[in-house]
């Protein structure tokens, strides 16, 4: 589930540059490179889960009944509610006629996430066609950070600050699939192996 949104949220934000996904050979809008000690971040936009917690406001505490295709009823644990803070970084890039990082070009990178979601601070499937078929919706609110917590994700991350914002994305929601069994156990029959 997790996966599906930041894959959704990576198609959305490729759509803000039309759906390119290279530009000059480097990618758009990526996760992450975790493969290396410090992480490395090779797209324009970049794009990496900081933190999950679970929403307590529309926890219920009582379990539930689940009802499966064919009719079954099984109890169930309720709804795990989980909001996303994803860390949106932009890095200057090298320039298009000059061999230097283009700083303002990351700004205004950054500024075209800032609008996309500015316009568009909920996504639900009856609006995006691609949207996940396990998300109900996703709430995106800008989650700013302090100083303090600026410094310690870029600290633990071994790598100089870039310019970035932190979105809160809201109401993932995990519900218990339930084990269906095969059927009943109607005969064992033992074989020992005689030696």
Known sequence: MIHSLLAFIKRRISAAWGGVVHIGGI????????????????????????????????????????????????????PLYLNAYVLVAAKPNPGDSN??????????????????F???????????????????????????????QQNEIWSSLKTAFLPSVCYKMKMLVFREQPVVGEGEIESLVLNPQSS
Not at 35 to 45: E, L, M, N, Q
Not at 103 to 115: D, F, H, I, P, R
Not at 118 to 146: C, G, H, M, R
């Open 27 to 78: 990618d758009v809008v990526n996760y992450i490179d975790q493969g290396s000690d410090p992480p490395s971040f090779h797209a324009k936009i970049n794009l990496l889960v900081i933190r999950l917690e679970q929403e307590t406001q529309l926890q219920q505490a009582e379990r539930f009944s689940y009802q499966d295709d064919e009719g079954r009823s099984f109890k169930s644990q309720p």
């Open 99 to 116: 061999n230097y990082y283009n700083y303002e070009g990351a700004l205004q990178n950054l500024s075209k996430v800032l609008a996309l």
């Open 118 to 148: 500015q316009a568009n601070p909920v996504f639900k499937a009856e609006t995006d066609p691609d949207f996940p078929s396990e998300l109900e919706q996703i709430i995106v609110e800008l989650a700013p950070l302090t100083l303090t």
